[in-house]
Structure formats: structure tokens, C-alpha cells
């Protein structure tokens, strides 16, 4: 059995959302027993909704949350019983095999790096993030879970990256790009620059192409995207940002008038393809590369699609063992090159 716990409380969606996609992923793989985090009383009231008599069903309670404007770290220790609290704690005891979460993303890392801990080795485990592209999706890492990096960050960010890439998303001999402000190897900050020749150097780095710039995320020319959480974050807000503004502008010019109208009914079959390929929902959530366990955060607004891919995905990262190929990577060799 993949023992996976999924907090319910700390969304944007009520938990009734969260639960429903958290089922629905049970019901369609009876080795996945849940556990859910969260209040009793809400829980419970949910699941009489749902046939449940063949699944192992566990619920987990939590009776505090931990907001977006509060400081996480302060809030873990004041708040005991929060559902990050509870499930980071599940998963360092072995209780759980992997613990979803679509809270506070400082808490859930926080919470993630004080109860589970770091693989040892690792300096700062990052948040890695599937983003849309031509033929599939790039993996970007880091998110913005480590602002000031050095080169050997960005290397470890690299080999964990080549991992995922390799066992997770199935992909043979991933390209490892390093993001820059040109693809010449003198371009960039000196971080840029050093990074480069460190990541260039390392023998277990099978497939550095070298730097790459942000419009290549979206396109075939690379499969793991390596940069600091500082860019690295504010390219997820940028792309967030850019594709709400573009679908609004869609919306609003295909019902100007009677023919864009008959335009929008003739194109939404395909716009729906489309709007599949760049939607968040699909990936689940970021899994935190680099503790000692399955950690998948998922986005704030996350609904019964987000949760039902973020429970897959960390079937998928449990049964391909990726915390174990990382330790196994990193300790191969802790004294960086």
C-alpha cells in the first residue's frame, strides 16, 4: 500500500473540494490509502457521501491552520496542531509514505525541513515545478524555497532535477539547462557564470546543454531548467500572471460580436486542449526535492483535479523511490567538485 496523507483545511477550496479529488484518485487505485488531515467533524460529515467500505480510509485531526500573512516558522511552534504540523510529523514517524499540502507554501517547507529533515548532504532542498511546454512540460527548479544560492546549490539542483526527470516524468537522458540572460558561457551574474563551469565540470551531470534563456522553457530545447529560487520564482509569477492576462483578453474579444461567437463555438474544442496543457491542475504540485520523504506542495486554489494529480504524483515519487535515488546521488560524492 502507498500510504499518502493529504492536508484538507489549508486551501483556498473548502475541504469538501479537496476531499472529493483525494477519493476520487483512492477509488481509482486500490493500493493508495489515504489519510486525511483536518477536522474531524468535517471530515467525517464528507466521507458519509462516498462509498467507501473497500478503501482504508484514515483521518488525521489537525484543528488549526496556518494562514497566508503569518510567519511560518512562528506559527509551526505556536500552532502544534496544524495540519502542516500534523502531517510533517506523520511523514517523519513512517506513518505516511508521502504528504500533500495546498497550504502556506513557507509553512509546508518549514514544517517539511524541522520535522522530516534534509537528506544528508543536501544543502537546501528546492521546490520544483513543472512548466507548460511544446512537446510535454520543463521541469524549473528552484521556486523560490532558496533566494540566495551559491554554485553548489544550483549543482545539487541539477543532479536532484536529473533525477526527477529521469524516474518521475520518464524521461531518457534529460537536457539540463542552466537560465541566463544569453547562452554565451561569459554571460551573466558571477553566479550565473561559476555555476556554469561547476555544473559543466560534473561528470554525473550527463546532459548540460548549457545556459538556456527564460523563453526556452517553453519550447523543446531543454527538459530541467536550473536557477536560483529568487529568478526562479519570479518567472512562475511572470508566467502565472501573462497567461491569466492572455485568457481574459481571449474571453473578452470572442464575444465582441455575433461572428467572434460563432468563432469561439467552432474553436472550443481545441481551446480546451490548449488551456489542459497550461493548466497548473494538471501537474498536481511542486514536489520539495531533498527532505526524507515525499513532499508534494500544491497551489493555494488547488481543487478535486489538483488534489486527484497530486495524490498520483506522489504515488508515483513513493513507488519510484526518488528520495532514496537522491540520498543515494548525494552521497556518492559529498564533497562537491
Known amino acids: 500500500m502507498y500510504k499518502i496523507a493529504v492536508d484538507v483545511m489549508s486551501g483556498e477550496k473548502a475541504p469538501a473540494e479537496l476531499i472529493k479529488g483525494a477519493i476520487r484518485a483512492a477509488n481509482e487505485d486500490n493500493k493508495i490509502e489515504l489519510t486525511l488531515i483536518g477536522r474531524n467533524d468535517i471530515i467525517n460529515q464528507e466521507l458519509k457521501k462516498y462509498n467507501i467500505r473497500n478503501k482504508q480510509i484514515k483521518i488525521e485531526t489537525a484543528d488549526e491552520i496556518i494562514t497566508m500573512d503569518e510567519s511560518p516558522i512562528k506559527a509551526l511552534r505556536k500552532k502544534k496542531n496544524a495540519t502542516v504540523n500534523v502531517g510533517a510529523k506523520l511523514l517523519k514517524d513512517s506513518k505516511v509514505d508521502a504528504f500533500i499540502s495546498p497550504g502556506n507554501t513557507g509553512s509546508v517547507m518549514a514544517a517539511s525541513l524541522l520535522r522530516v529533515g534534509r537528506i544528508k548532504g543536501i544543502l537546501r532542498p528546492p521546490i520544483a515545478i513543472n512548466f507548460p511546454s511544446k512537446n510535454g512540460s520543463t521541469l524549473v527548479l528552484d521556486n523560490g524555497a532558496n ?11 541539477a543532479l536532484m532535477g536529473q533525477l526527477y526527470a529521469e524516474n518521475i516524468m520518464n524521461i531518457k537522458n534529460p537536457r539540463i539547462g542552466l ?21 559543466k565540470k560534473d561528470e554525473r551531470i550527463k546532459n548540460f546543454i548549457g545556459n538556456i534563456e527564460g523563453r526556452d522553457i517553453f ?12 529568478v526562479g520564482n519570479i518567472v512562475l509569477k511572470t508566467t502565472e500572471g501573462a497567461a491569466s492576462f492572455f485568457m481574459d483578453l481571449l474571453k473578452e474579444s470572442l464575444k465582441t460580436n455575433l461572428i467572434s461567437k460563432i468563432a469561439a463555438f467552432i474553436l472550443k474544442p481545441y481551446l480546451k486542449k490548449a488551456l489542459k496543457t497550461i493548466d497548473y491542475r494538471q501537474y498536481g504540485g511542486a514536489p520539495l ?7 508534494i506542495i500544491s497551489h493555494g486554489s488547488s481543487d478535486e483535479t489538483a488534489v486527484y494529480n497530486a495524490v498520483k504524483a506522489a504515488k508515483k515519487s513513493v513507488k519510484e523511490k526518488i528520495v532514496s535515488l537522491i540520498k543515494k546521488e548525494i552521497e556518492k560524492n559529498e564533497e562537491l567538485k
Open 289 to 295: 526535492l531533498g527532505v526524507k520523504g515525499v513532499v
Open 147 to 157: 533566494t540566495d544560492c551559491s554554485p553548489e546549490n544550483l549543482q545539487q539542483f
Open 219 to 230: 519550447t523543446d530545447k531543454c527538459d530541467v531548467v536550473v536557477t536560483d529560487g529568487f
Open 179 to 199: 537560465l541566463n540572460i544569453g547562452e554565451e558561457e561569459t554571460k551573466g551574474n558571477n553566479l550565473s557564470k561559476e555555476s556554469y563551469q561547476v555544473l
